[in-house]
């Protein structure tokens, strides 16, 4: 029910904008967020957009460098990423949940999640 898109390879420095596809959910009604695991690492949470307030969520890896934003009648989600890092290299996930607020306490599970899209930072 969501699908990811806007991966790959880029250089220490450069951008990219990853799109999350909502199918059969009315992303108004949803929290959203991106999450990322790195190779041998736990999977972590990033950003998110609570519904209760549309209060905007990010870690301190990211801030400043990410963007997300959501089109609720294009029912996409995405995440512009900036100044990208080798240490970004990760595959990243959408997800989504009916929680009113607290879409930052990442370690509560989402209910719905995208497969995944591999970003590489590397030069």
């Known amino acids: 029910q969501l699908v990811e898109s806007g991966g790959g390879l880029v250089q220490p420095g450069g951008s990219l904008r990853l799109s999350c596809v909502a199918s059969g959910l009315t992303l108004d009604y949803y929290a959203i967020a991106w999450f990322r695991q790195a190779p041998g690492k736990e999977r972590e949470g990033i950003s998110c957009?609570?519904?209760?307030?549309?209060?905007?969520h990010y870690t301190d890896a990211v801030k400043g460098r990410f963007t997300i934003s959501r089109d609720n009648d294009k029912k996409t989600m995405y995440l512009q990423m900036n100044n990208l890092k080798p240490e970004d290299t990760a595959v990243y996930y959408c997800a989504a949940d009916s929680r009113a607020m607290g879409c930052y306490k990442y370690s509560i599970p989402y209910d719905y999640w995208g497969q995944g899209t591999q970003v590489t930072v590397s030069s």
């Open positions: 957009i609570s519904t209760s307030d549309g209060g905007v």
